[in-house]
């Protein structure tokens, strides 16, 4: 939960670390009676933050060169918020009745709903934010309307609306940059993604369940828009309660000390575009220039990400598996790629990967991320155009090669 206490110790990790945007989660509007009972009334909670509110956690953010960006969920509506109660159509229906009425669904096809929502925007931009990450974490199911037969176009039409809506923000606030989270992964479809600068690939927060869904959303969507998950000393639920609690962290160091996985994390992050989280203020020596030189190597290489494709040459991967995982991200002249391999517990601690598809001549390859490593081995038999790669240290492994084709 965001307060003025932890959020003074992530901002300026999150800056030492080369961050350039740091978004606050849900939990920094109006205190609940209920869980989502207020959703829709984006008011700053902002005694949570200190003598200065939200608006001093913004300006902190900008002090310290990143952009400030907050979750919103336009489209929940709570039943004890004002917004719920605007007028008789705020609300979605299904036969006649409101759709999960407690933590319902708001139709943006309704204007006075829709000026709410820009108003409560607009006063947060003001502030200084400029980034919003959109979550959408229900679903109407069936559809909406009276009958069967209008479920699909009333569907189709309140989609529609909800990207009129955010087409509506780029022309209020034509330097505001807008994420689909989508609960973590949901409407990924290309008409959707067409209205939003990035994709949340997942909400899954076990770092090396990750692999599979980095590798395997550039199948589905651009790279540059394929927000996934970075997460280096990732906590399970009990343990953020434990952080909650004020109780002993020592254990996080013990847990990291090899630093694999936050490489494992990191390249999770690098084949589309990093968003980093876990408890980065914790961070011992190691895992931060590990995570330091990440994002550094991500700088260096994102402009290319922008304009290659994902090639795949172990194909994809079933999340669970006990398996290698493999991306390669490839420019159009098949000169130059970027190649992530992942060990995800598997019963080998070596892997040869047949490059034949891809390289037709001469190749050097190198590993780029980390840069100075004797923990992971690898050779390529440029006769046979394979790789072999060695990881023999851990469970869970990952690193970043880039081959130059000549």
């Known amino acids: 939960i965001p307060n003025e206490t932890n959020l003074k110790k992530l901002i300026p990790a999150a800056a030492k670390l080369g961050c350039e945007i740091f978004c606050i989660d849900a939990g920094w509007y109006r205190e609940r009676i209920q869980p989502n009972f207020q959703m829709g009334d984006y008011t700053p909670c902002d005694h949570i933050f200190g003598e200065n509110g939200l608006e001093g956690i913004i300006k902190m953010i900008s002090d310290y060169g990143m952009i400030p960006g907050l979750w919103f969920e336009f489209e929940a509506a709570g039943a004890g918020s004002a917004a719920a109660k605007l007028n008789p159509q705020t609300m979605l229906k299904r036969n006649g009745k409101i759709i999960s009425p407690d933590r319902g669904f708001f139709d943006l096809t309704n204007e006075e709903l829709r000026n709410h929502l820009l108003n409560e925007v607009d006063r947060v931009y003001k502030m200084g934010v400029r980034y919003i990450k959109n979550d959408y974490n229900f679903s109407t199911g069936i559809g909406v309307g009276n009958t069967a037969a209008?479920?699909?176009?009333?569907?189709?039409?309140?989609?529609?609306?909800?990207?009129?809506?955010?087409?509506?923000?780029?022309?209020?606030?034509?330097?505001?940059?807008?994420?689909?989270?989508?609960?973590?992964?949901?409407?990924?479809?290309?008409?959707?993604?067409?209205?939003?600068?990035?994709?949340?690939?997942?909400?899954?927060?076990?770092?090396?369940?990750?692999?599979?869904?980095?590798?395997?959303?550039?199948?589905?969507?651009?790279?540059?828009?394929?927000?996934?998950?970075?997460?280096?000393y990732f906590l399970n639920e009990s343990e953020y309660e434990a952080f909650d609690n004020g109780e002993n962290t020592d254990y996080l160091i013990d847990r990291n000390l090899d630093g694999e996985a936050t490489i494992f994390s990191m390249i999770n992050g690098m084949v589309g575009v990093p968003l980093i989280s876990g408890r980065i203020d914790y961070f011992d020596e190691l895992n931060f220039n590990l995570t330091k030189e990440a994002?550094?190597?991500?700088?260096?290489?994102?402009?290319?990400?922008?304009?290659?494709?994902?090639?795949?040459?172990?194909?994809?991967?079933?999340?669970?598996?006990r398996s290698y995982i493999t991306v390669g991200l490839m420019n159009e002249e098949k000169t130059h790629m970027y190649l992530a391999v992942w060990k995800v517990n598997a019963l080998e601690d070596e892997v040869m990967l047949d490059l034949s598809k891809y390289i037709s001549g001469d190749a050097d390859v190198k590993m780029i991320y980390p840069s100075n490593d004797d923990k992971c081995g690898y050779s390529y038999a440029g006769a046979l155009k394979k790789l072999t790669v060695k990881?023999?240290?851990?469970?869970?492994?990952?690193?970043?090669?880039?081959?130059n084709m000549k």
């Open 150 to 232: 209008e479920y699909n176009e009333n569907e189709r039409i309140r989609d529609k609306a909800i990207c009129d809506f955010i087409d509506e923000l780029y022309k209020r606030y034509p330097d505001i940059i807008i994420e689909n989270c989508g609960s973590g992964g949901m409407r990924e479809d290309n008409g959707t993604l067409s209205h939003y600068h990035l994709q949340s690939t997942s909400d899954q927060e076990i770092y090396y369940n990750n692999a599979s869904i980095s590798a395997s959303s550039n199948a589905i969507m651009p790279p540059e828009k394929a927000a996934n998950w970075a997460n280096p």
């Open 295 to 321: 994002v550094d190597c991500y700088k260096a290489i994102r402009k290319d990400i922008g304009e290659y494709y994902a090639v795949y040459p172990t194909g994809t991967e079933l999340m669970g598996r």
């Open 391 to 403: 990881m023999d240290k851990n469970k869970y492994m990952a690193r970043l090669f880039e081959i």
